[in-house]
Structures are given as C-alpha cells and as structure tokens.
T-cell receptor, first 112, second 108 residues
Framework: DAMVIQNPRYQVTQFGKPVTLSCSQT?????MYWYQQKSSQAPKLLFH???????NEADTPDNFQSRRPNTSFCFLDIRSPGLGDAAMYLC???????????FGPGTRLTVT | QKEVEQNSGPLSVPEGAIASLNCTYS??????FFWYRQYSGKSPELIMS????GDKEDGRFTAQLNKASQYVSLLIRDSQPSDSATYLC????????FGTGTRLAVRP
C-alpha cells in the first residue's frame, strides 16, 4: 500500500544534542510537509517542500532545518533541541498544493 | 492573521445520533477545505475534502461548505463510540491553516 513512513516512531534526545527525524513516501507526491504538534494543540506547519523548492514558515525557529534529497525522502533536523521542542512531529504529503494531505504516523520527541 | 475557528468541545452525543461539527474561516481566498479525524496520540487522518459550495456526502459523513458565510461543517450520522476523536478543520488559501479541533465524545 502507498503510504507515508516516519522513523523513528519515538526519539529521546538530550538537551542541545542534534537530532534528525526522517520521512519517506511511496505516493510520489510533489509536496512534503513537516508539522509540530503539542498536546491539545493544532498541528503547526514548520515548512514544506514543493518538489525541490523549500518554503519556510515565518515563525519557524532557525533551530529547525529540513532536507529533501529526492522525491521520496524528507528530513527534519533539530540542531540544538530545547525542552520546549518536545512534541509530536508529523510528516505529510499532498499531490499538489491545495490538495488533501496524507500524514505519517508521527515521531514523538522527548528532550531530557 | 488568517484563522480557522472551531469550538473546542467536548461535543457529547449519544450513540446513533447526528454529530454536527462547525468551522469558520477568515481567509476569503481559501478554495479547499478538509476535515481530519485524530485519535489521541495518533496522526490526523483525512475524512472529507470539499472544494465547492454545497454538500458532499461519503457514507455516514457529509461536509457542507458556504463560502459566502465562510463556514464549513461536518455531519456524522449514526454516530458510533469509535467516532470519538478530535476533528480538525483545515483551509487552503494562501497558506494551509488548521483549526484547533473539536473533541467529539459519542456515549454508548
């Protein structure tokens, strides 16, 4: 089945220690998104790629970076995680901008 | 700032009843609207998409869009306890915007 896969599902990192989360898709969608979701809050869009074009949200901290080496894979790098970065990180894809999104299962990040 | 507003709930309905979830949006340029269901600790799952005024039905779910009133709703007929979740409304205008979600509780 076509799907969006995220690894790892659970990640524990230390304060200030860089961490990378990964996302892959078999849907061959053009757009890939990264969201941060904290408890009882809506998903917050961090950035998205339309093909190779990177689009950063204005309020996304510089501590968060992303790479999309090819159509199938996208990575979220947190350079120096703080306690406030503990959250669920969701990857989503859509065939084009303005279309429905398909979410991966998420990675729950804990910062100690 | 463009916003999507939802009543946070919880909305409590008895099993078998119709659950009505509402959403208003401020960006008049929004063209696409989506409803997602999110169980606790899980990722959002697409329920319905709607692009034009009127009703769109899919099984027990009906999405309604009124662009003049900037209003989107989701009706769930014959509600089941398994429908208990948070329902997120999303608009796609110049940017994607989620509402904060409405928590639905279906009591047996």
């Amino acid at each position: 089945d076509a799907m969006v896969i995220q690894n790892p599902r659970y990640q524990v990192t230390q304060f200030g220690k860089p961490v990378t989360l990964s996302c892959s898709q078999t849907l061959n969608h053009n757009v890939m998104y990264w969201y941060q979701q904290k408890s009882s809050q809506a998903p917050k869009l961090l950035f998205h790629y339309y093909d190779k074009d990177f689009n950063n949200e204005a309020d996304t901290p510089d501590n968060f970076q992303s790479r999309r080496p090819n159509t199938s894979f996208c990575f979220l790098d947190i350079r120096s995680p703080g306690l406030g970065d503990a959250a669920m990180y969701l990857c989503a894809t859509s065939r084009d901008q303005g279309y429905e999104q398909y979410f991966g299962p998420g990675t729950r990040l804990t910062v100690t | 700032q463009k916003e999507v507003e939802q009543n946070s709930g919880p909305l409590s309905v008895p099993e078998g009843a119709i659950a009505s979830l509402n959403c208003t949006y401020s960006d008049r340029g929004s063209q696409s609207f989506f409803w997602y269901r999110q169980y606790s600790g899980k990722s959002p799952e697409l329920i319905m998409s709607i692009y034009s005024n009127g009703d769109k039905e899919d099984g027990r779910f009906t999405a309604q869009l009124n662009k003049a009133s900037q209003y989107v709703s989701l009706l769930i007929r014959d509600s089941q306890p398994s429908d208990s979740a948070t329902y997120l409304c999303e608009s796609s205008g110049d940017k994607l915007t989620f509402g904060t979600g409405t928590r639905l509780a279906v009591r047996p």
